[in-house]
T-cell receptor
Framework: AQSVSQHNHHVILSEAASLELGCNYS??????LFWYVQYPGQHLQLLLK??????LVKGIKGFEAEFIKSKFSFNLRKPSVQWSDTAEYFC???????????FGGGTRVLVKP | NAGVMQNPRHLVRRRGQEARLRCSPM?????VYWYRQLPEEGLKFMVY????????ESGMPKERFSAEFPKEGPSILRIQQVVRGDSAAYFC??????????FGQGTRLTVV
């Protein structure tokens, strides 16, 4: 069975700091990779996705993620965070041939103004 | 183009009652998924449905929980004889074949 682990449960940053959230998955086959964000009181929104091609993926709101196949990782980065990036971030994986998403436990990010 | 619509947003049930959660997928989407988010935990897959068919229910508890996605109308997640441990946020998502899933705003179930 596939699993997804996010290394940090809580991250506290100041505005303009750089952010990197780790995500590792365990599955030997081809996968699709996603990062979702959940702002307080809202639904999950897709930040970015990787299906194939360039392993450096650019998403919305200045986020990017890099797929490193040899490390089974898909880390999320943003060079300079804003207070509005305060949210919970979820990494998710599904198999290329299926649609069920397996989520990591989430990372709560608090950006202090 | 309306997104995934879930209702109700908040549902309070007494122990032993039934809870019915509804999900209308995005227009044109025939794949529906239900996830449960317990307090302080990530989302856990429950069930994956296509029209009139359950494709994968490996995440559904064996008892009291059922789901359907009829030919007409929304998908329904039904929880019979609710217990306090069922209190959670239940999210529905929909997609096309092998594309990203779009999530609804969730139904927060509180069992008192």
């Amino acid at each position: 069975a596939q699993s997804v682990s996010q290394h940090n449960h809580h991250v506290i940053l100041s505005e303009a700091a750089s952010l990197e959230l780790g995500c590792n998955y365990s599955y030997g086959g081809t996968v699709n990779l996603f990062w979702y964000v959940q702002y307080p009181g809202q639904h999950l929104q897709l930040l970015l996705k990787y299906f194939s091609g360039d392993p450096l993926v650019k998403g919305i709101k200045g986020f990017e993620a890099e797929f490193i196949k040899s490390k089974f990782s898909f880390n999320l980065r943003k060079p300079s965070v804003q207070w509005s990036d305060t949210a919970e971030y979820f990494c998710a994986v599904n198999r290329a041939a299926g649609n069920k998403l397996t989520f990591g436990g989430g990372t709560r990010v608090l950006v202090k103004p | 183009n309306a997104g995934v619509m879930q209702n109700p947003r908040h549902l309070v049930r007494r122990r032993g009652q039934e809870a019915r959660l509804r999900c209308s997928p995005m227009k044109g989407h025939s794949h529906v998924y239900w996830y449960r988010q317990l307090p302080e935990e990530g989302l856990k897959f429950m069930v994956y449905l296509q029209k009139e068919n359950i494709i994968d229910e490996s995440g559904m508890p064996k008892e009291r929980f059922s789901a359907e996605f009829p030919k007409e109308g929304p998908s329904i997640l039904r929880i019979q004889q609710v217990v306090r441990g069922d209190s959670a946020a239940y999210f529905c998502a929909s997609s096309l074949e092998n594309t990203e899933a779009f999530f609804g705003q969730g139904t927060r179930l509180t069992v008192v």
